[in-house]
Every structure is written in structure tokens, then in C-alpha cells.
T-cell receptor, first 111, second 117 residues
Framework: RKEVEQDPGPFNVPEGATVAFNCTYSNSASQSFFWYRQDCRKEPKLLMSVYSSGNEDGRFTAQLNRASQYISLLIRDSKLSDSATYLCVVNMRSSASKIIFGSGTRLSIRP | AAGVIQSPRHLIKEKRETATLKCYPIPRHDTVYWYQQGPGQDPQFLISFYEKMQSDKGSIPDRFSAQQFSDYHSELNMSSLELGDSALYFC????????????????FGAGSRLTVL
């Protein structure tokens, strides 16, 4: 089993739709959680950190469920520019960094 | 703001040749990571350094080696190149500090694209 697993996708949704991604992690001691966005042939860029209380940034909402060991990303009112691959990233350690990427979920927004 | 600088951006090599990729982290970042991303794949962790010491090792082949220098820049050395080594190689940096906002967040360089012919 992979340490970080994501919905395989691809998701193909119309503009304006709401879409949600899930990601599960295997190490209960994991400390930090992030969502990154990667456009084709470009480097991953931080979308948002995920906090225990959940957090929102505009149309994006991230949530963490430690008991079930998963994090989620919700995108509301999706735009064409949201088309990208979304990577779930988990820092597995508390005393040093062991950062693991999920395999990514590809999202395609159609007009 | 300064970002993570990688060089070269593109590199073409033949099989069995060697290649060296360089990474200059964001100033005051103490941790450097190397990732390899093949076509259509997620970034695979290769190796990381914390304060110039190797901190973790992932799926880095024995033909590859890396180090971090006193100025915190890092180099990934690849020898006996194989066709399967063709990929985008990302370097990322972060600073480690438990409980500090912004800590442990990776910032990636634009990547070095290696093509092995």
C-alpha cells in the first residue's frame, strides 16, 4: 500500500461545478499536510496547507480528518484555470521532514 | 522574492554518460529535496539534506549521488545514464521548524529536464 493515496481521476467537470478530492495517508504520526497544484510540465506549487480545524481560501476548502487519516480538497464554482493536477503532500515525521507525494488527481474543467 | 534556482533547465545526454544537476535553495532554507518525475507520473522522492547532512533517502539509484555544500546549494550527480533516467528533476527547499507557520512547506524550482538518448 502506498503511503499517500489519492483518487485516481481524471475528473472532467463543467465550469461552475463543485469538485472534491480525497487523499488518505498511512502513517498516523504524520504532522503536516498540503495540497499542491501542478500544471503540465511545470513545477508543483503550493495551493494550501491543511490545518486540523480545516481552512478555506476563496473557492478552495481543505479539511483534515486525523481519525480516519484523510484530507480533502473542495473546489467550488470551478474555473477553466483550475484545470491541473492536484497533489496531496504529507510530511510523515515530527522531528525531520519526510515528505511524500500522492500520485496526483488530474482535473479538467470544460466550458 | 528569491526562489529555488535549478540549472541547467534542459540537458541532453547519451547512454552511459554522466550528468550533474545543481540546485540553489531559497536563502535561509535548511532542507533540500530532490525529486524525479517521469512522464505522467507523480514526483518520486530521491534524497534530502538537512543542514548539509543527508537526512533521508528514497528511490535513488546507486548510480546517482548527491551532496549539499557549505553554501547550502546541492548537486545531483548521475552516472552511467540509462534511457529510463529521462525525466524532470525537481529540487525543492524548505525550512524545518515545528509549529512555525510556513515551516516545512516545500518550494520547488522549475526543474531540470534530462533527456537520455
Amino acid at each position: 500500500r502506498k503511503e499517500v493515496e489519492q483518487d485516481p481521476g481524471p475528473f472532467n467537470v463543467p465550469e461552475g461545478a463543485t469538485v472534491a478530492f480525497n487523499c488518505t495517508y498511512s502513517n498516523s504520526a504524520s504532522q503536516s499536510f498540503f495540497w499542491y497544484r501542478q500544471d503540465c510540465r511545470k513545477e508543483p506549487k503550493l495551493l494550501m496547507s491543511v490545518y486540523s480545524s480545516g481552512n478555506e481560501d476563496g473557492r478552495f476548502t481543505a479539511q483534515l480528518n486525523r481519525a480516519s487519516q484523510y484530507i480533502s480538497l473542495l473546489i467550488r464554482d470551478s474555473k477553466l484555470s483550475d484545470s491541473a493536477t492536484y497533489l496531496c503532500v504529507v510530511n510523515m515525521r515530527s522531528s525531520a521532514s519526510k515528505i511524500i507525494f500522492g500520485s496526483g488527481t488530474r482535473l479538467s474543467i470544460r466550458p | 522574492a528569491a526562489g529555488v534556482i535549478q540549472s541547467p533547465r534542459h540537458l541532453i545526454k547519451e547512454k552511459r554518460e554522466t550528468a550533474t544537476l545543481k540546485c540553489y535553495p531559497i536563502p535561509r532554507h535548511d532542507t533540500v529535496y530532490w525529486y524525479q518525475q517521469g512522464p505522467g507520473q507523480d514526483p518520486q522522492f530521491l534524497i534530502s539534506f538537512y543542514e548539509k547532512m543527508q537526512s533521508d533517502k528514497g528511490s535513488i539509484p546507486d548510480r546517482f549521488s548527491a551532496q549539499q555544500f557549505s553554501d547550502y546549494h546541492s548537486e545531483l550527480n548521475m552516472s552511467s545514464l540509462e534511457l529510463g533516467d529521462s525525466a524532470l528533476y525537481f529540487c525543492a527547499s524548505s525550512f524545518w521548524d515545528r509549529g512555525v507557520s510556513g515551516a516545512n512547506v516545500l518550494t520547488f524550482g522549475a526543474g531540470s529536464r534530462l533527456t537520455v538518448l
